[in-house]
């Protein structure tokens, strides 16, 4: 399908379905959004490149290993002290490096009208994200590396082992641990919206204790709800600005969509291929790093020498890099899927449209992007596409008309 086939000037939005919707957006809201895409895109993609290409720097030649050596020995040069220091100096150099294109990125949404928060709390996140990479890096580092002194050769077996299990306890404390950094999290109040949106859940037969409203709004204005969690973790989370901007009913179909992928036990789904992910990239490391040129490169010895840290590392970030596309396009047939479950909860093509409508003029969407992005980096269809579908959808919906069960003659 192309997204070029606009309506002749003049012309009446086309009814036909999985026709693009261009009429579901003026020229100034669909320029706006090119406008913010192309404003912010080079600042976002040189902020993982600079992160991708300093890692790859350390990694692959021998500037980590002395990295670790120098940062070691301000703490007596042990190989505890080398592999903890050494991982901090990582996380703490790959943050830095990112921190300008962040900014750029910010200063742009700025001027969209996107960000509530000054450069003072953006600062406080920025600390705050460190201070989570740490927690979470110098663990990991300390593991791996006292599986590698056990056993050089054999140490990816174990650790392949632990990065699943680690990966799935992640994705179970995501709410516990890491929301809460960034968020605060309260009960929808009680009223008729509460009430409608836990009676969507039962119709649906779907457990849902509360919907959790986020302060979003410090932030930024955008609109956005998600689901996060794993058994007595789970939730569901809806923005404060989406409370505050949507009609009811849109918010209904944005909740809609959320069941669908509780529905379809979407997050247990991508902790499971989280979990084999992480492993194989475990057993790819095991390979490399016995692989004499690489570790020579690095100017590491084996495994278990915490010079072979940045050539981890490194190949790490290389294989997540080069999994990425793979994992957005997963991640858009699930937004798909659970799309289609709000328009079979709710049969109500117009509201949904009328969501997707808010969510992309709000966000600053851009509702046709270029194709490669799409396939690049797009976790979800485009809002065009998801308008597309639900008209598709709406068309081909079943209605009392087209039962032919009821025909009287
Ligand atoms: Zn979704």
Known sequence: MTDSAGPAPGAAPPPTPATPATGDFTPAERARGRALRRAQLPWALGGRLAGLALVLLLGLTPAGAALVTAVGGWFGGSRTAEVLAGAAALVV???????????????VRTRFGL???????????????????????LPVALGLFALTARSPRYWWIPAAGAAALLTAALSFLYPL??????????????GPLRTALLGLAEQDGVRVRDVLVADASRRTTALNAYVSGLGAT?????????????????????????????????????T???????????????????????????????AADPRALPLLAACAALLGALSGPVQCAVSRKVEVRA??????????????????RRLAVTNVSDVDPPRVLGLLFATHPSATRRIAAARTWQASAPGPAADPGKSVV
């Open 93 to 107: 150099l790959g943050q830095a490096v990112q921190l300008p294109f962040g900014a750029g990125v910010r200063t």
């Open 115 to 137: 960000v509530t928060q000054g450069w003072g709390g953006w600062a406080v996140d920025a600390l705050r994200g460190l201070a989570l990479g740490l927690v979470l890096a």
């Open 177 to 190: 641990l890491v929301e809460p950094v960034f968020n605060r999290f309260s009960p929808m109040p009680p």
């Open 234 to 270: 789970r939730r569901i989370v809806v923005y404060d600005t989406l409370l505050a901007t949507a009609e009811p009913r849109e918010v209904e179909l944005v909740v809609a969509h959320e069941l669908g992928h509780v529905k379809h036990r979407d997050v247990l789904t991508g």
């Open 272 to 302: 499971v291929l989280g979990a084999m992910g992480a492993a194989f990239v475990v057993a790819v490391l095991g390979l490399l790093a016995d692989w004499e040129p690489l570790l020579s490169a690095a100017g590491a010895t084996d």
């Open 339 to 356: 799309d289609r479950h709000a328009l079979e909860l709710t049969s109500d093509a117009e509201q949904f449209i009328a969501m997707q």
